[in-house]
């Protein structure tokens, strides 16, 4: 399915100066990208993450979203879930971040802990029926068999390896693919830490920017793409970037997605407990 967030011909009849100050001047708190309604579209994965989260969601008694953002994903989901679990806890680690969650899943009755993403989680062992991670910065593999209680499950959408590379390479010229993120490595970092993969998906997304402003502000937002990105630094790609979507009329990149769903074994002891 595609996610069409439409375009904006006036847009490119403004400066380059203007697009790029008002991409640098946006609010990127949050996980909303409705800055670039009418400015991009990307296409969604095809398994449809948050339905089938609301769908699971409504099946257990207790549930922990890792890395939550401000929210929003997940607040969804438990707004469409035949029912929320009794007990039901999220993580995000930026604050600023952490305080939107806060005020939006506050509403719901969940518990939102601001840690480091690599942190512990302070629930107990054992205790969690159901975890949940939309584009986690890092995955814990061992804290997540830690708190699933045995037959509990994982179902997580992440950011797969190469993902937009090629605006990457455009703004930085031509990069290395990390393999942290490859499908493959994270089925075996899962499998080590005692979880039993149970279903395992990627996609290729297309994602068109209609405007330089759209991709400053993407880059500012999602800032893995181009680590250590200002408008300043990367001023002349920038510009050169804005000419490339004049002649062309978008720019085209690809983002990569996996799901993966697991689930702890019923016999399984936590390593910590070996």
Not at 63 to 92: I, K
Request: proline residues 5%; hydrophobic residues 45%.
């Amino acid at each position: 399915m595609r996610a069409a967030l439409g375009s904006d011909a006036g847009a490119m009849q403004r400066s380059v100066e203007a697009l790029i100050a008002e991409g640098a001047a946006a609010d990127i708190s949050g996980w909303d990208f409705s800055f670039l309604a009418g400015r991009a579209r990307k296409e969604r994965p095809p398994w449809g993450y948050a339905l089938a989260l609301a769908d699971r969601l409504g099946q257990v008694a207790s549930a922990l979203d890792l890395q939550t953002g401000g929210g929003e994903v997940f607040a969804f989901a438990l707004g469409r879930a035949r029912r929320v679990p009794e007990r039901v806890v999220a993580t995000q680690s930026y604050a600023p971040n952490a305080a939107l969650a806060r005020e939006r899943l506050g509403a719901l009755g969940v518990g939102v802990v601001e840690i480091p993403d690599d942190a512990p989680v302070p629930v107990p062992d054992s205790s969690i029926e159901f975890v949940s991670s939309r584009h986690p910065v890092t995955n814990n593999w061992s804290e997540i068999a830690r708190v699933l209680r045995p037959g509990g499950r994982l179902f997580s959408q992440q950011i797969g390896a190469g993902t937009n590379r090629e605006l990457t390479d455009f703004i930085m010229g031509p990069q290395p693919i990390n393999p942290a993120r490859r499908l493959d490595r994270a089925i075996a970092a899962a499998t080590a830490a005692g979880l039993v993969v149970n279903d395992a998906r990627e996609a290729t997304l297309r994602v068109e920017f209609f405007d330089v402003g759209a991709v400053v502000y993407f880059l500012r937002k999602v800032c893995w793409t181009v680590p250590g990105f200002s408008a300043e630094r990367y001023h002349d790609a920038l510009v050169a970037m804005h000419e490339h979507i004049a002649q062309h009329g978008a720019f085209v990149c690809h983002s990569r997605r996996f799901l993966l769903e697991a689930q702890r074994s019923i016999d399984a002891v936590h390593p910590s407990r070996r």
